[in-house]
C-alpha cells in the first residue's frame, strides 16, 4: 500500500499505536529544556567512543563488560511523563523501568 504525498498520518507497523497529542507542546517544550540540562557523554563502545552522546537510567547495557547494569533511578521530571507512557500502552507505570536517551548533535561549546 503506497501512502499518500502529502498524507500526514504515520505509516505504523502493525500493532503499534501512534497519539500525537500525548504530550502537549507546552509540556513537550518544557521536557526538551530538561534534557539539554542531563549528564550526557560520548558512547563507550568496546574502547572506542562514539560521536553521540548517551544517557541512561533504570539500566543500561555496558558495551565493554557486555553486560546489562543498574544504573540511576529515573530523574523526578520523567516520571509524569512514565505515568502517561505506561498508561497509553496498559501497563504498571513500575513496568518501565528503563530510559535511554541520546543526542547526535555537535556538543555545545561554552565560552
Avoid at 513537550?28 to 541512561?56: D, I, M, N, Q, T
Avoid at 547495557?61 to 543498574?70: G, Q, S, T
Avoid at 496498559?90 to 547526535?104: F, I
Amino acid at each position: 500500500m503506497k501512502a499518500a504525498l502529502l498524507d500526514a498520518s504515520p505509516i505504523l507497523p502493525e500493532g503499534m499505536r501512534y497519539r500525537p497529542d500525548l504530550i502537549p507542546p507546552e509540556e513537550e517544550r518544557a521536557l526538551v529544556e530538561r534534557f539539554a540540562e542531563l549528564p550526557l557523554r560520548a558512547f563507550e563502545f568496546k574502547g572506542f567512543l562514539g560521536k553521540r552522546r548517551v544517557v541512561s537510567f533504570g539500566w543500561r547495557y555496558d558495551f565493554n563488560l557486555m553486560k546489562v547494569e543498574k544504573t540511576e533511578d529515573m530523574p523526578a521530571f520523567l516520571l509524569p511523563l512514565r505515568e502517561r507512557a505506561a498508561c497509553f500502552a496498559g501497563l504498571d507505570p513500575e513496568a518501565l523501568q528503563h530510559v535511554a536517551g541520546r543526542s547526535t548533535c555537535r556538543p555545545r561549546v561554552k565560552p
